[in-house]
């Protein structure tokens, strides 16, 4: 059974850069969408983009795509995500989850929390 | 593109049936590449994916679950409702953009 495994949480300064990672347990990384969404505090989800280890093809939410960047290591079978000039409602829980077909998402992450505070 | 629109709650007592809808547009719940799925989130936990396809359950997921897609609305019905099924409920949709609903709280009475 896949198995998605994310880094610590993270305090940061508004403008500062947060860099968090994502690495799959097995090969289903190289055929997925590896996908994030986050989800502030009392919130709901909200998609921040995906992109495929196998090809390199991404695309990312409007609302996001002038400030993050995915990158993979498919030595590693990680996936990271680095979101810039962070800003208070940046704060939230940030999940990976592995896509299949631009279909449906899952596994999950258990979640990284990223607190934007001075 | 804006979120797909859920009812923020819904209730039932056990046993009862409870039906979720998730509201879209023609260019996502309505499209014939769109991918509808459901999800469902414990406080504190990460979402689990429960339907997928609009009516497909993985494997391990209680056959209570059901979805079905009319037009731009797609709908999760929750069957023999337990307390186990209190949760959040997301609908998504996903092609190369990805789309969630804002969320619904199941409360069983």
């Known amino acids: 059974q896949v198995v998605l495994m994310q880094s610590g949480p993270e305090v940061k300064e508004p403008g500062a850069s947060v860099k968090i990672s994502c690495q799959v347990s097995?090969?289903?990384?190289?055929?997925?969408?590896m996908t994030w969404v986050r989800q502030a505090p009392g919130q709901g989800l909200e998609w921040m983009g995906w992109?495929?280890?196998?090809?390199?093809?991404?695309n990312f939410a409007p609302r996001v795509q002038d400030r993050v960047s995915l990158t993979t290591d498919t030595y590693t079978k990680t996936v990271y995500m680095e979101l810039r000039d962070l800003r208070y409602n940046d704060t939230a829980v940030y999940y990976c989850?592995?896509?299949?077909?631009?279909?449906?998402?899952?596994?999950w992450g258990p979640g990284t929390l990223v607190t934007v505070s001075s | 593109q804006s979120a797909l629109t859920q009812p923020a709650s819904v209730s039932g007592s056990p046993g009862q049936s409870v039906t979720i809808p998730c509201t879209g547009t023609?260019?996502?719940?309505?499209?014939?590449?769109?991918?509808v799925s459901w999800y469902q989130q414990y406080p504190g936990q990460a979402p689990r994916l429960i339907l997928f396809d609009v009516d497909i359950r993985p494997s391990g997921v209680s056959a209570r679950f059901s979805g079905s897609k009319s037009v731009n609305t797609a709908s999760l019905t929750i069957s023999d409702l337990q307390a186990a099924d209190e949760a959040d409920y997301y609908c998504c949709s996903f092609t190369r953009i990805v789309l969630f609903g804002g969320g619904t709280k199941v409360t069983v009475l």
């Open positions: 097995d090969d289903t990384f190289f055929k997925s969408y």
């Open positions: 989850a592995r896509g299949t077909r631009l279909s449906w998402l899952g596994p």
């Open positions: 023609s260019n996502d719940i309505g499209s014939v590449h769109n991918s």
């Open positions: 992109i495929s280890p196998k090809n390199g093809d991404r």
